[in-house]
């Protein structure tokens, strides 16, 4: 019997031997197929960086390249919509007198209330065309743009809305555009005292202002009026009314 025991260990020793053998080649297989797919990414990526350095950049310049292709690419658009902002001025302020010379100063305004205020030139020059085609000239809308836009920023509104409540507010009330600031000012203040916003007073305005001002009544008395009724539940159309 211990013979045969003997025997049994020895054939098990055998085939577990075997077996392990066959485990460490396997592994090995493995390994060295690992190491030649390393082998080949690194070589591939060495053809791609020795490209990259061909064409004059490393991979870190490629990526800059194709950020900065980006930014050329919006750059050129932001000034193709200025440019063509500015050709509709002059096509809706027309051809008189000194237009080149208005041009050149209504170019030279946007580009400073672009660099002085949270807008770009491009959006100063889209509220100057939404003033020109309200009726203002040249002059009226260089005076108004800047609180068109502060009135935009302030109330959190567009520049079309801001625009058309500033241009109609001067009209209705027969204020010259020297006053634009302070009725951007007014509008505001109206707005934020009271329990409306500048979007219903400018709809209680529309109704009210031709009315208010044929009474003799400031653009601060009727916004103040406009107010009153709107904290009683009185709002836009209705307050206006």
């Not at 170019?107 to 020059?125: D, I, N, V």
């Not at 009726?135 to 079309?160: F, H, N, P, Q, R």
């Not at 241009?167 to 409306?196: C, I, P, R, W, Y």
Request: hydrophobic letters at 45%; glycine letters at 14%; aromatic letters at 2%.
């Amino acid at each position: 019997m211990p013979t045969l025991a003997v025997g049994i260990d020895a054939r098990q020793a055998t085939i577990g031997g075997r077996i392990a053998g066959r485990a460490i080649n396997q592994l090995r297989k493995q390994t060295s197929l690992l190491e030649k797919q390393q082998k080949l990414l690194t070589a591939s990526m060495a053809r791609t960086g020795a490209a990259a350095r061909t064409m004059g950049v490393g991979m870190g310049g490629m990526f800059a390249g194709f950020l900065g292709v980006g930014g050329a690419v919006k750059a050129v658009k932001v000034m193709a919509d200025f440019d063509t902002s500015m050709r509709r001025i002059q096509g809706v302020i027309g051809g008189s007198g000194g237009v080149e010379a208005q041009m050149k100063a209504l170019t030279a305004t946007a580009r400073q209330l672009g660099a002085t205020t949270s807008f770009s030139a491009s959006e100063a020059a889209d509220g100057m065309l939404m003033l020109a085609r309200a009726g203002m000239s040249a002059g009226e809308v260089m005076a108004s743009t800047g609180a068109v836009l502060d009135l935009a920023k302030v109330a959190s509104i567009g520049l079309e809305e801001s625009s058309t409540l500033v241009a109609d507010s001067l009209k209705q009330f027969g204020l010259d555009a020297s006053h634009a600031t302070e009725v951007a000012d007014t509008l505001a203040f109206a707005a934020n005292n009271a329990n409306t916003d500048i979007s219903q007073l400018g709809e209680g305005l529309k109704l009210s202002g031709p009315i208010a001002a044929a009474a003799g009544l400031s653009l601060q008395d009727t916004s103040v009026i406009l107010g009153v009724l709107a904290d009683s539940g009185l709002k836009a159309t209705l307050g206006g009314t």
